[in-house]
């Protein structure tokens, strides 16, 4: 690579603690992370079924709805306003661009001291040590580039959510008269 960037995946692997949690570990490389943007499971099976606009998916093949601790659909609990989820994806950035730079700038040095034990077998060591840190700070970075592309997303959602609720609300409602109910 360059002294600039980082090998950022297209596909970012699942954290070691959840696949750990959901006891996937020994299927990692068959789970990847969803995009930014996306609000499913990524390791709810993907039943096998027939798609046909005449025939209806049975309920009964479908993986069972997500619920909270207390029993409640996701997303009921928490509600956080699309400001400050921006601000936090301003800082997600911010910590991107100050992790990226000095990570991938190693690769000067490292390319220097490669040349220099050239005739030793370390030499090989290093070269796969340096290729094993771009491809582990470059999946740490694309995880930082998700997670702000992911609070945005979140901003986005509420905000679109919130005018769908109010453009609903548009022309359904009346002032209620003094003389309802007598």
């Known amino acids: 690579m360059s002294d600039e960037e980082l090998p950022i995946p297209d596909k970012l692997p699942l954290t070691p603690d959840e696949l750990k949690k959901r006891n996937l570990e020994f299927a990692s490389p068959y789970y990847t992370a969803p995009p930014a943007d996306s609000y499913a499971d990524p390791t709810a099976p993907n039943l096998l079924q027939p798609e046909s606009p005449f025939a209806p998916r049975s309920p009964f093949l479908q993986p069972p709805a997500p619920r909270g601790p207390h029993g409640e659909a996701p997303g009921q609990r928490l509600r956080i306003e699309p400001g ?28 220097t001291a490669i040349s220099a034990l050239s005739e030793w077998q370390s030499a090989g060591g290093l070269r796969e040590a340096h290729k094993r840190w771009e491809q582990q700070a470059g999946t740490v970075a694309g995880w930082i580039g998700r997670i702000s592309e992911s609070l945005r997303a979140g901003a986005r959602d509420y905000t679109k959510t919130d005018a769908a609720v109010e453009e609903s609300f548009q022309g359904r409602t009346r002032p209620r ?6």
């Open 84 to 111: 400050i989820l921006n601000t936090a994806a301003g800082r997600a950035d911010e910590i991107f661009t100050a992790f990226t730079k000095p990570a991938a700038s190693l690769e000067g040095p490292a390319r």
């Open 177 to 182: 008269s003094a003389l309802e109910g007598l």
